[in-house]
């Protein structure tokens, strides 16, 4: 019988309650603050950079024609600039859906549902890796790529 999908990929395990977001809560639970909580977790999970958010936020105030990032007359840019739903932007899935129907003239039709969207080809590998390979199985990846 054929096989579409890997074991890692039907697990059930997947998602929401998998250690990596169980360890995010944790951390959204009880974040570290030099001040207000000294005792607090850091989260060292994932390399974001919020040095400078309040630069970047002090400049978009300032040239408010350039974003439309606003919602309720707040700024959304700390929502966006992160990570949001690990399933992307519906919006933007939505957009990129009707381009690539424009662009193979409407010969293709596209669902945003069965879009995944990750943040380069690295990312991209590693998913199609865990989807279509068993543990002792390997996949050639063309070079050169970025190794991080």
Same mark, same amino acid.
């Given at each position: 019988?054929? /096989?579409?999908?890997? /074991?890692?990929?039907?697990?059930?395990?997947? *998602?929401?309650? @998998? @250690?990596?977001? &169980?360890?995010?809560?944790?951390?959204? /639970?009880?974040?570290?603050?030099?001040? !207000? =909580?000294?005792?607090? &977790?850091?989260?060292?999970?994932?390399? +974001?950079?919020?040095? @400078?958010?309040?630069?970047?936020?002090?400049?978009?105030?300032?040239? !408010?024609?350039?974003?439309?990032?606003?919602?309720?007359?707040? @700024?959304?840019?700390?929502?966006? %600039?992160? #990570?949001?739903?690990?399933? *992307?932007?519906? %919006? #933007?899935? =939505?957009? $990129?859906?009707? #381009?690539?129907?424009?662009?193979?003239?409407? /010969?293709?039709? #596209?669902?945003?549902?069965? $879009?995944?969207?990750?943040?380069?080809?690295?990312?991209?590998? +590693?998913? $199609?890796?865990?989807?279509? %390979? +068993?543990? *002792? +199985?390997?996949? $050639? &990846?063309?070079?050169?790529?970025?190794? *991080?």
């Amino acid at each position: 019988m054929f /096989k579409m999908l890997s /074991k890692m990929a039907m697990c059930k395990s997947h *998602g929401q309650d @998998s @250690s990596y977001f &169980i360890g995010w809560q944790e951390y959204e /639970k009880n974040p570290y603050d030099p001040i !207000q =909580n000294p005792s607090g &977790i850091i989260q060292m999970g994932l390399a +974001e950079n919020q040095l @400078s958010f309040d630069l970047l936020e002090s400049w978009l105030t300032r040239n !408010q024609d350039v974003i439309r990032f606003r919602e309720n007359g707040g @700024s959304m840019f700390r929502d966006l %600039a992160l #990570f949001q739903d690990y399933h *992307g932007l519906q %919006a #933007f899935k =939505n957009v $990129l859906v009707a #381009f690539m129907a424009e662009i193979r003239r409407n /010969k293709v039709k #596209f669902d945003p549902k069965k $879009l995944v969207l990750t943040a380069g080809s690295t990312s991209a590998n +590693e998913t $199609l890796i865990f989807c279509l %390979a +068993e543990p *002792g +199985e390997a996949l $050639l &990846i063309p070079t050169p790529h970025y190794p *991080g």
